[in-house]
């Protein structure tokens, strides 16, 4: 597994400590970080998602709830939600890896940590927030 698609993984489980927790501290964190076996390159993209995420909350959720028709925040499973906020974040980035390459460790990471449902949701959500961003790839685009 690459050091991104790690990283990715690690900021989802990460937030949904916190989600779950309600702290974020650097403590928290520092903690969260000495459990894990993953090498530093990985920690380090894994942080800077963390971070992004955090500072973009708002934004992100406004996003999020504007792509989930007839469901309120409060309602969306904590691993969906986490999953959302970093996929979310990355497509806001400035120095994004294709939309496509976005979504589908989205939807992989939604389908290993998630429920059934997850995968479908995440894609139709996701899919969603990357057409009103406008970074939605063009067909043909994955080749």
Known sequence: MGARRKGRELAV???YQ???SGELSKQALDLFWSQ??????AKQFAAELIDGTRKDRARIDE???GATQHWRMERLAAVDLCVLRVATHELLSSEKPPTSVILDEAIEIARRFGTQESRGFVNGVLDAIAEKLGVKDKEGARE
């Open 63 to 65: 996003l999020i709830a």
């Open 36 to 41: 894990s076996e993953a090498g530093e390159r």
């Open 18 to 20: 916190f989600e779950l």
């Open 13 to 15: 489980q990460a937030l």
